[in-house]
Protein backbone atom coordinates (compact mmCIF):
# COMPACT_ATOMS: atom_id res chain seq x y z
CA UNK A 1 0.00 0.00 0.00
CA UNK A 2 1.20 3.42 -1.17
CA UNK A 3 1.17 6.21 1.38
CA UNK A 4 0.48 9.44 0.24
CA UNK A 5 1.58 12.89 2.37
CA UNK A 6 -2.50 12.76 2.94
CA UNK A 7 -2.38 9.34 4.47
CA UNK A 8 1.47 10.28 6.47
CA UNK A 9 -0.42 13.89 8.01
CA UNK A 10 -1.94 12.15 10.71
CA UNK A 11 0.98 9.76 11.98
CA UNK A 12 3.04 13.51 11.58
CA UNK A 13 0.75 14.65 14.25
CA UNK A 14 1.11 11.30 16.18
CA UNK A 15 4.87 11.81 16.68
CA UNK A 16 4.65 15.90 17.23
CA UNK A 17 1.87 16.12 19.19
CA UNK A 18 3.12 14.72 22.14
CA UNK A 19 5.99 17.41 22.00
CA UNK A 20 4.01 19.75 23.40
CA UNK A 21 1.87 17.59 25.75
CA UNK A 22 5.35 16.53 27.58
CA UNK A 23 6.08 20.09 27.91
CA UNK A 24 4.25 20.06 30.31
CA UNK A 25 6.64 18.14 32.33
CA UNK A 26 9.33 21.07 31.48
CA UNK A 27 7.20 23.47 33.36
CA UNK A 28 6.63 21.21 36.38
CA UNK A 29 10.30 21.32 36.90
CA UNK A 30 11.26 24.81 35.16
CA UNK A 31 8.63 26.57 35.94
CA UNK A 32 7.62 26.43 39.55
CA UNK A 33 11.09 27.71 40.94
CA UNK A 34 9.44 31.37 39.72
CA UNK A 35 5.67 30.82 40.31
CA UNK A 36 3.79 28.98 43.18
CA UNK A 37 2.09 25.99 41.84
CA UNK A 38 -1.24 26.48 41.99
CA UNK A 39 -0.81 30.10 40.97
CA UNK A 40 0.51 28.99 37.64
CA UNK A 41 -2.61 26.39 37.28
CA UNK A 42 -4.84 28.63 37.82
CA UNK A 43 -3.54 31.57 35.45
CA UNK A 44 -2.19 29.32 33.30
CA UNK A 45 -6.25 27.65 32.53
CA UNK A 46 -7.11 31.37 32.87
CA UNK A 47 -5.48 32.27 30.21
CA UNK A 48 -6.43 29.33 28.02
CA UNK A 49 -9.83 30.21 28.54
CA UNK A 50 -9.68 33.92 27.44
CA UNK A 51 -7.66 32.57 24.17
CA UNK A 52 -10.35 29.78 23.71
CA UNK A 53 -13.12 32.33 24.44
CA UNK A 54 -12.66 34.94 21.56
CA UNK A 55 -13.18 32.18 19.09
CA UNK A 56 -16.29 30.19 20.57
CA UNK A 57 -17.87 33.12 22.31
CA UNK A 58 -20.52 33.41 20.24
CA UNK A 59 -21.20 29.80 19.89
CA UNK A 60 -21.39 29.62 23.54
CA UNK A 61 -23.47 32.45 23.93
CA UNK A 62 -26.40 30.60 21.79
CA UNK A 63 -25.65 27.72 23.48
CA UNK A 64 -25.98 29.31 27.48
CA UNK A 65 -28.93 27.13 28.21
CA UNK A 66 -27.15 23.60 27.52
CA UNK A 67 -24.27 24.68 29.08
CA UNK A 68 -26.40 25.20 32.42
CA UNK A 69 -27.92 21.73 32.11
CA UNK A 70 -24.57 20.37 31.95
CA UNK A 71 -22.51 22.61 35.07
CA UNK A 72 -21.75 19.63 37.08
CA UNK A 73 -20.33 17.56 34.51
CA UNK A 74 -18.46 20.44 33.18
CA UNK A 75 -17.69 21.33 37.02
CA UNK A 76 -16.39 17.82 37.68
CA UNK A 77 -14.14 17.86 34.22
CA UNK A 78 -12.73 21.12 35.02
CA UNK A 79 -11.65 20.10 38.34
CA UNK A 80 -9.93 17.02 37.41
CA UNK A 81 -8.55 17.32 34.02
CA UNK A 82 -7.47 21.62 34.56
CA UNK A 83 -6.98 21.46 38.28
CA UNK A 84 -5.82 18.05 39.89
CA UNK A 85 -3.91 17.05 36.52
CA UNK A 86 -2.21 20.11 36.61
CA UNK A 87 -1.61 21.10 40.01
CA UNK A 88 -0.56 17.54 41.36
CA UNK A 89 2.09 17.93 38.58
CA UNK A 90 3.35 20.84 39.37
CA UNK A 91 3.92 20.10 43.05
CA UNK A 92 4.95 17.15 42.31
CA UNK A 93 7.92 18.73 39.83
CA UNK A 94 9.27 20.62 43.56
CA UNK A 95 10.62 17.04 44.56
CA UNK A 96 10.80 14.54 41.81
CA UNK A 97 12.24 14.09 38.30
CA UNK A 98 10.34 14.94 34.31
CA UNK A 99 11.43 10.89 33.80
CA UNK A 100 10.02 9.27 37.09
CA UNK A 101 6.48 12.17 36.68
CA UNK A 102 6.58 11.28 32.47
CA UNK A 103 6.53 7.05 33.40
CA UNK A 104 3.95 7.60 36.24
CA UNK A 105 1.60 9.34 34.16
CA UNK A 106 1.54 6.83 31.75
CA UNK A 107 -0.06 4.78 33.91
CA UNK A 108 -3.33 6.38 33.78
CA UNK A 109 -5.27 3.68 31.32
CA UNK A 110 -4.74 1.40 34.11
CA UNK A 111 -6.39 3.97 36.54
CA UNK A 112 -9.10 3.84 33.70
CA UNK A 113 -10.03 0.33 33.30
CA UNK A 114 -10.16 0.40 37.34
CA UNK A 115 -12.05 3.06 37.30
CA UNK A 116 -14.15 1.56 34.64
CA UNK A 117 -14.48 -1.67 36.36
CA UNK A 118 -15.68 -0.42 39.81
CA UNK A 119 -18.16 2.48 39.05
CA UNK A 120 -19.72 1.10 35.71
CA UNK A 121 -19.31 -2.82 36.02
CA UNK A 122 -16.79 -3.40 32.85
CA UNK A 123 -15.32 -6.62 33.25
CA UNK A 124 -11.79 -7.37 33.51
CA UNK A 125 -10.36 -10.23 31.99
CA UNK A 126 -7.02 -12.78 32.46
CA UNK A 127 -5.06 -10.19 30.03
CA UNK A 128 -6.50 -6.90 31.60
CA UNK A 129 -5.88 -8.50 35.04
CA UNK A 130 -2.11 -9.35 34.13
CA UNK A 131 -2.05 -6.10 32.58
CA UNK A 132 -3.09 -3.88 35.41
CA UNK A 133 -0.83 -5.97 37.92
CA UNK A 134 2.20 -5.60 35.83
CA UNK A 135 1.47 -1.55 35.45
CA UNK A 136 1.52 -1.36 38.71
CA UNK A 137 4.58 -3.24 39.97
CA UNK A 138 6.16 -1.07 37.05
CA UNK A 139 4.95 1.79 38.72
CA UNK A 140 5.80 1.12 42.57
CA UNK A 141 9.61 0.05 41.26
CA UNK A 142 10.04 3.86 39.50
CA UNK A 143 8.20 4.87 43.10
CA UNK A 144 10.44 3.16 45.20
CA UNK A 145 13.74 3.34 43.03
CA UNK A 146 14.06 -0.06 42.84
CA UNK A 147 14.55 -0.71 46.92
CA UNK A 148 11.98 -2.55 48.29
CA UNK A 149 12.97 -1.21 52.02
CA UNK A 150 11.17 1.79 50.29
CA UNK A 151 7.70 -0.02 50.31
CA UNK A 152 8.19 -1.85 53.31
CA UNK A 153 8.98 1.30 55.19
CA UNK A 154 6.57 2.85 53.34
CA UNK A 155 9.17 5.41 52.24
CA UNK A 156 8.39 7.53 48.93
CA UNK A 157 9.32 10.78 47.39
CA UNK A 158 6.31 13.29 47.94
CA UNK A 159 6.33 14.41 44.24
CA UNK A 160 5.92 11.12 43.21
CA UNK A 161 2.81 10.35 44.90
CA UNK A 162 1.33 13.56 43.75
CA UNK A 163 2.07 12.38 40.11
CA UNK A 164 0.45 9.30 41.11
CA UNK A 165 -2.57 11.01 41.98
CA UNK A 166 -2.35 13.19 38.69
CA UNK A 167 -2.82 9.80 37.06
CA UNK A 168 -6.07 8.76 38.82
CA UNK A 169 -7.19 12.45 38.04
CA UNK A 170 -6.36 12.08 34.41
CA UNK A 171 -8.55 8.81 34.74
CA UNK A 172 -11.16 9.98 35.78
CA UNK A 173 -11.45 13.04 33.48
CA UNK A 174 -10.97 10.51 30.92
CA UNK A 175 -13.76 8.28 31.74
CA UNK A 176 -16.54 10.73 32.73
CA UNK A 177 -15.67 12.91 29.63
CA UNK A 178 -16.29 9.52 27.15
CA UNK A 179 -19.44 8.85 29.45
CA UNK A 180 -21.25 11.89 29.92
CA UNK A 181 -22.53 12.72 26.34
CA UNK A 182 -22.29 16.73 25.46
CA UNK A 183 -24.70 18.47 23.43
CA UNK A 184 -21.76 21.06 22.93
CA UNK A 185 -19.08 20.67 19.91
CA UNK A 186 -15.58 20.01 20.86
CA UNK A 187 -13.93 22.70 21.36
CA UNK A 188 -16.62 25.09 22.90
CA UNK A 189 -17.13 22.21 25.57
CA UNK A 190 -13.80 22.73 26.30
CA UNK A 191 -13.39 26.44 26.18
CA UNK A 192 -16.01 26.12 29.18
CA UNK A 193 -13.86 22.85 31.17
CA UNK A 194 -11.10 25.34 31.00
CA UNK A 195 -13.10 28.37 32.59
CA UNK A 196 -15.07 25.79 35.63
CA UNK A 197 -11.02 24.55 35.90
CA UNK A 198 -9.73 27.64 36.79
CA UNK A 199 -12.99 28.29 38.68
CA UNK A 200 -12.44 25.33 40.83
CA UNK A 201 -8.75 26.66 41.38
CA UNK A 202 -9.97 30.00 42.60
CA UNK A 203 -10.33 29.16 46.20
CA UNK A 204 -6.99 27.37 46.82
CA UNK A 205 -5.10 30.18 44.70
CA UNK A 206 -6.48 32.46 47.39
CA UNK A 207 -5.55 30.33 49.88
CA UNK A 208 -2.15 29.51 48.67
CA UNK A 209 -1.31 33.85 47.63
CA UNK A 210 -2.65 34.90 50.81
CA UNK A 211 -1.33 32.38 53.48
CA UNK A 212 1.36 30.35 52.01
CA UNK A 213 3.44 31.36 48.91
CA UNK A 214 2.28 34.77 47.34
CA UNK A 215 2.96 35.59 43.28
CA UNK A 216 5.59 37.43 42.03
CA UNK A 217 4.03 38.88 38.74
CA UNK A 218 7.36 39.50 36.54
CA UNK A 219 8.73 38.64 33.65
CA UNK A 220 9.25 34.55 35.08
CA UNK A 221 5.65 34.87 35.89
CA UNK A 222 4.21 35.97 32.24
CA UNK A 223 6.67 33.41 30.68
CA UNK A 224 5.71 30.25 32.28
CA UNK A 225 2.36 30.95 32.24
CA UNK A 226 1.95 31.81 28.42
CA UNK A 227 3.68 28.89 27.66
CA UNK A 228 1.95 26.39 29.81
CA UNK A 229 -1.44 27.91 28.31
CA UNK A 230 -0.21 27.85 25.00
CA UNK A 231 2.06 24.89 24.47
CA UNK A 232 0.90 22.17 26.87
CA UNK A 233 -2.97 23.72 26.61
CA UNK A 234 -4.05 24.60 23.69
CA UNK A 235 -1.76 23.19 21.10
CA UNK A 236 -1.49 19.91 22.73
CA UNK A 237 -5.24 19.45 22.96
CA UNK A 238 -5.88 20.39 19.50
CA UNK A 239 -3.40 18.06 17.88
CA UNK A 240 -4.77 15.47 19.54
CA UNK A 241 -8.68 15.81 18.88
CA UNK A 242 -7.70 15.85 15.24
CA UNK A 243 -5.05 13.02 15.60
CA UNK A 244 -7.72 10.98 17.28
CA UNK A 245 -10.09 12.07 14.26
CA UNK A 246 -8.23 10.94 11.73
CA UNK A 247 -6.51 7.92 13.62
CA UNK A 248 -8.98 6.73 16.29
CA UNK A 249 -8.65 6.82 19.49
CA UNK A 250 -6.55 3.42 19.87
CA UNK A 251 -3.70 4.06 17.42
CA UNK A 252 -3.76 7.71 19.33
CA UNK A 253 -3.42 6.44 22.48
CA UNK A 254 0.46 5.69 21.74
CA UNK A 255 0.83 9.34 22.27
CA UNK A 256 1.31 8.15 26.03
CA UNK A 257 4.03 5.77 25.37
CA UNK A 258 5.97 8.77 23.01
CA UNK A 259 4.70 11.16 26.40
CA UNK A 260 7.08 9.49 28.12
CA UNK A 261 10.15 9.16 25.81
CA UNK A 262 9.93 12.88 25.06
CA UNK A 263 9.38 13.59 29.03
CA UNK A 264 13.18 11.75 29.59
CA UNK A 265 14.87 13.82 26.85
CA UNK A 266 13.15 16.90 27.99
CA UNK A 267 14.70 15.92 31.55
CA UNK A 268 17.75 14.90 30.69
CA UNK A 269 18.71 17.58 28.27
CA UNK A 270 17.34 20.46 30.10
CA UNK A 271 17.50 19.36 33.74
CA UNK A 272 20.32 17.30 33.71
CA UNK A 273 18.71 13.94 34.49
CA UNK A 274 19.73 10.78 34.50
CA UNK A 275 18.33 7.59 33.46
CA UNK A 276 18.54 4.65 35.90
CA UNK A 277 18.27 0.80 35.58
CA UNK A 278 15.08 0.99 37.78
CA UNK A 279 13.55 3.42 35.29
CA UNK A 280 14.20 0.93 32.25
CA UNK A 281 12.68 -1.56 34.15
CA UNK A 282 9.40 0.30 35.57
CA UNK A 283 8.77 1.29 32.06
CA UNK A 284 9.30 -1.37 30.75
CA UNK A 285 6.29 -2.97 32.61
CA UNK A 286 3.93 -0.14 32.43
CA UNK A 287 4.27 -0.40 28.96
CA UNK A 288 3.81 -4.55 28.83
CA UNK A 289 1.01 -3.87 31.28
CA UNK A 290 -0.95 -1.37 29.01
CA UNK A 291 -0.34 -3.58 25.50
CA UNK A 292 -2.15 -6.66 27.57
CA UNK A 293 -5.10 -3.80 28.42
CA UNK A 294 -4.61 -3.01 24.69
CA UNK A 295 -4.70 -6.26 23.43
CA UNK A 296 -8.23 -6.79 24.65
CA UNK A 297 -9.47 -4.16 23.04
CA UNK A 298 -8.50 -5.25 19.47
Known amino acids: ?86 IFPYIAGETTTIVNMGIIYTSSPIFIILISSFLFKEKINTFMFFGLISCLI ?22 DLWMLGAAIGWALYSVFLFRWKSSLNVFPRFTMISFFGALSMLPFYLIEQNLFQSTNFDYNFYAWVIFAAISPGIIAFSLYTITQKHLGASTTGFTLYLFT ?13 SLEYYHFIGALLVFLGIYFVKKKTR
Open 138 to 159: GVLIIITRGNLVYLINLKFTSG
Open 261 to 273: VYGAFYGIILFAE
Open 1 to 86: MKYSNKNLYPFFLLLIQPIFMASNLVVARGGIEFVPPISLSFWRWSLVFLILLLFNFFYLKKNYLNIKKEFKELLFLGSMGCGVCS
